[in-house]
């Protein structure tokens, strides 16, 4: 099995912090607002740090504002944008060839710890008419056509009128149901077009392993979190293998991964997180809330190595979980932030 | 037939080629029919006709026609 979570805080520290410090030296070299920015902020060339957590971040938002990258233009492979949804615009983060390689790979890597080697069969929670126009996928069109590298025989849980396709389920599961099998959506659409209507028509989901992710904002209303979700899925569908995952176009490839027992999302070996204190930006202690930063290590094309994120977390422990390394939550968006997220662009839920 | 025409055929049925498309020397995402869904419905394509299971990380390293034609073989494809 693929070993991607495997490193206590000390080695993660010890392991990340020089490649961190590179990177950070190799953007200030290869992007010039980068480079102005950190200058602006006091920070001399060839500052060594002392902590992961010392690193200069950037928030998001700047994605939205400038063009960051670090390769020439004539090397640009692919540029990606997040689903902006108002006013300040879309992030852009651009990819050369060697970039986009390497976020499909780590991010493979990453789900093979609970997925394994082995293409499985694939039950999407999303409409089929989400890959039928190639040339403008959504942001939630291009997660769930990432995702479906990682499966085979890919079934969708919603036909083309974004109805909730039973049929197609059922013979899903009449096929494969007998072996392991892929769930993946984004969570509202997981609860309102797989939960609901795997209870409703007693569906076995035992043998499935859920990926998802997206949030639970749309789900509030139904006084459904976290746990309520893996409790019901687990007592009336017997689905108990249930990863949420978090992750943002602006650290493509790299996601935080909820461990088996639940409730914690763990960092792969090549990334990290820090908690801060929204008003003095120190590191917030264990069980405090504060604003999420995420540190990758795959980031090599954009300054996106060290990203001050837009989400309220909270640190539950470390080195003493499923996983070795941070485990956290992310409890919402900043109080702040704007409404933005890959599956924000559904507005469905008439099926519910 | 052999190995690589049958791939050959594959390619050019999946993508909808010309028949005398040069696709020994096609690259992903070198034509627009090679894009990510193209990818998924060619593994897809490769798999029935020559009754293999590619891995993930072989789905992920299929980055031409040359590189799938090498995975076939080492996997004794016939």
């Given at each position: 099995?693929?070993?991607?979570?495997?490193?206590?805080?000390?080695?993660?520290?010890?392991?990340?912090?020089?490649?961190?410090?590179?990177?950070?030296?190799?953007?200030?070299?290869?992007?010039?607002?980068?480079?102005?920015?950190?200058?602006?902020?006091?920070?001399?060339?060839?500052?060594?740090?002392?902590?992961?957590?010392?690193?200069?971040?950037?928030p998001?938002r700047?994605?939205?504002?400038?063009?960051?990258?670090?390769?020439?233009?004539?090397?640009?492979?692919?540029?990606?944008?997040?689903?902006?949804?108002t006013?300040s615009?879309?992030?852009?983060?651009?990819?050369?060839?060697?970039?986009?390689?390497?976020?499909?790979?780590?991010?493979?890597?990453?789900?093979?710890?609970?997925?394994?080697?082995?293409?499985?069969?694939?039950?999407?929670?999303?409409?089929?008419?989400?890959?039928?126009?190639?040339?403008?996928?959504?942001?939630?069109?291009?997660?769930?056509?990432?995702?479906?590298?990682?499966?085979?025989?890919?079934?969708?849980?919603?036909?083309?009128?974004?109805?909730?396709?039973?049929?197609?389920?059922?013979?899903?599961?009449?096929?494969?149901?007998?072996?392991?099998?892929?769930?993946?959506?984004?969570?509202?659409?997981?609860?309102?077009?797989?939960?609901?209507?795997?209870?409703?028509?007693?569906?076995?989901?035992?043998?499935?392993?859920?990926?998802?992710?997206?949030?639970?904002?749309?789900?509030?209303?139904?006084?459904?979190?976290?746990?309520?979700?893996?409790?019901?899925?687990?007592?009336?569908?017997?689905?108990?293998?249930?990863?949420?995952?978090?992750?943002?176009?602006?650290?493509?490839?790299?996601?935080?991964?909820?461990?088996?027992?639940?409730?914690?999302?763990?960092?792969?070996?090549?990334?990290?997180?820090?908690?801060?204190?929204p008003?003095?930006?120190?590191?917030?202690?264990?069980?405090?809330?504060?604003v999420?930063?995420?540190?990758?290590?795959?980031?090599?094309?954009?300054?996106?190595?060290?990203?001050?994120t837009e989400d309220l977390?909270?640190?539950?422990?470390?080195?003493?979980?499923?996983?070795?390394?941070?485990?956290?939550?992310?409890?919402g968006r900043l109080p702040r932030a704007e409404a933005r997220?890959?599956?924000?662009?559904?507005?469905?839920?008439?099926?519910? | 037939?052999?190995?690589?025409?049958?791939?050959?055929?594959?390619?050019?049925?999946?993508?909808?080629?010309?028949?005398?498309?040069?696709?020994?020397?096609?690259?992903?995402?070198?034509?627009?029919?090679?894009?990510?869904?193209?990818?998924?419905?060619?593994?897809?394509?490769?798999?029935?006709?020559?009754?293999?299971?590619?891995?993930?990380?072989?789905?992920?390293?299929?980055?031409?026609?040359?590189?799938?034609?090498?995975?076939?073989?080492?996997?004794?494809?016939?």
């Amino acid at each position: 099995m693929t070993a991607l979570f495997e490193l206590s805080q000390a080695q993660r520290e010890a392991t990340l912090l020089p490649q961190l410090t590179e990177l950070t030296e190799h953007h200030r070299a290869h992007c010039e607002p980068y480079e102005r920015i950190l200058g602006a902020l006091g920070i001399e060339r060839g500052r060594q740090f002392g902590a992961i957590a010392d690193l200069p971040w950037l928030p998001v938002r700047m994605f939205k504002n400038h063009d960051l990258k670090s390769v020439p233009d004539d090397e640009v492979f692919k540029v990606l944008t997040s689903s902006g949804t108002t006013g300040s615009g879309a992030s852009r983060i651009y990819l050369d060839k060697e970039a986009a390689g390497a976020q499909t790979r780590q991010l493979g890597a990453t789900l093979q710890t609970v997925l394994g080697g082995k293409r499985l069969p694939m039950l999407m929670v999303d409409t089929v008419s989400i890959i039928k126009n190639r040339r403008s996928f959504s942001a939630r069109g291009a997660g769930v056509l990432g995702m479906a590298t990682f499966g085979r025989n890919h079934v969708y849980a919603l036909d083309e009128n974004d109805q909730p396709d039973v049929e197609a389920v059922k013979g899903f599961l009449a096929k494969h149901g007998n072996e392991p099998f892929l769930i993946f959506g984004f969570t509202f659409m997981v609860w309102l077009y797989l939960y609901e209507v795997a209870k409703e028509h007693n569906l076995d989901l035992s043998n499935g392993i859920l990926i998802h992710s997206g949030g639970w904002k749309k789900l509030i209303d139904r006084a459904v979190d976290n746990t309520e979700f893996r409790r019901r899925f687990a007592e009336d569908t017997g689905l108990t293998r249930i990863h949420n995952y978090y992750g943002m176009i602006e650290q493509i490839g790299t996601v935080f991964l909820e461990g088996p027992s639940g409730n914690s999302l763990y960092c792969p070996d090549f990334a990290d997180v820090v908690i801060r204190n929204p008003e003095t930006w120190e590191e917030q202690p264990i069980g405090e809330p504060g604003v999420i930063e995420v540190i990758s290590t795959l980031p090599r094309s954009y300054p996106g190595h060290v990203l001050l994120t837009e989400d309220l977390g909270v640190l539950h422990g470390i080195d003493d979980g499923d996983w070795p390394g941070k485990r956290f939550s992310v409890l919402g968006r900043l109080p702040r932030a704007e409404a933005r997220g890959c599956s924000d662009t559904f507005s469905g839920g008439q099926a519910a | 037939m052999s190995l690589n025409d049958r791939l050959r055929t594959v390619f050019i049925e999946t993508m909808q080629l010309d028949a005398d498309f040069d696709v020994e020397n096609l690259k992903y995402r070198d034509i627009e029919e090679w894009d990510s869904v193209g990818h998924m419905a060619l593994v897809a394509a490769i798999e029935d006709e020559f009754d293999v299971q590619f891995d993930t990380d072989q789905v992920i390293d299929m980055s031409s026609f040359k590189v799938a034609a090498d995975m076939l073989n080492d996997m004794g494809a016939k």
